[in-house]
């Protein structure tokens, strides 16, 4: 469906969207950190099946920026929506290293995985009306800051335009002193 996107910024973590989730999807956040998804694992060289959740129709769930899954998940999770499904290529440095994982994973491989973001939740003890709550009022806060930047920066801009002005002025009552003291010279 589209082109590879390189999350990592050195080609360590690629992602190419399979299927987009809807435009109004959710996607993980400090606030929706719990995922669950639907995975199929492989390896690049071979393109072996090493792990699935889609033989017995599972979902592995797990908490972002936690660490506890390999980074170029860490990474690639947190960019999708829920309802998309994409492929995730992985450079050892990304994964597993050059331990691997034996006795799936052999010692530096390129691992790639096609992963369905099926849903994100908030913390156990969170609730989403609580995190919806916090989250309009952080909104709330955002606009209040954009509208004072506003009125500082027309407020300089008053300024700036009323030094101008003035300027101006002094400028023009300057050259018409001159302007009189050039007359009164001549008249001699």
Avoid at 28 to 53: C, K
Avoid at 157 to 170: D, L, S, T, V
């Amino acid at each position: 469906m589209g082109d590879a996107i390189d999350l990592s910024g050195d080609g360590g973590v690629l992602k190419t969207i399979l299927r987009k989730g809807k435009a109004d999807a959710i996607c993980p956040s400090e606030d929706l950190p719990l995922v669950d998804v639907q995975y199929e694992g492989m390896l690049a060289e071979t393109g072996e099946v090493f792990d699935t959740t889609r033989e017995d129709n599972t979902v592995f769930s797990f908490e972002l920026w936690k660490g506890s899954v390999i980074q170029a998940w860490e990474i690639a999770v947190k960019t999708m929506k829920v309802g998309e499904v994409a492929k995730i290529t992985c450079k050892p440095e990304y994964a597993y290293g050059s331990a691997g994982s034996p006795p799936d994973i052999p010692p530096k491989a390129t691992l790639i995985f096609e992963v369905e973001l099926v849903a994100c939740k908030p913390r156990k003890g969170s609730s989403v009306a609580g995190v919806s709550e916090e989250r309009a009022r952080l909104e709330e806060l955002k606009k209040q800051r954009e509208l004072a930047a506003a009125a500082k920066e027309d407020e300089k801009r008053r300024r700036e335009e009323a030094k101008a002005a003035a300027a101006a002025r002094m400028q023009a009552k300057l050259e018409s002193k001159k302007g009189q003291a050039k007359g009164k010279g001549k008249a001699r």
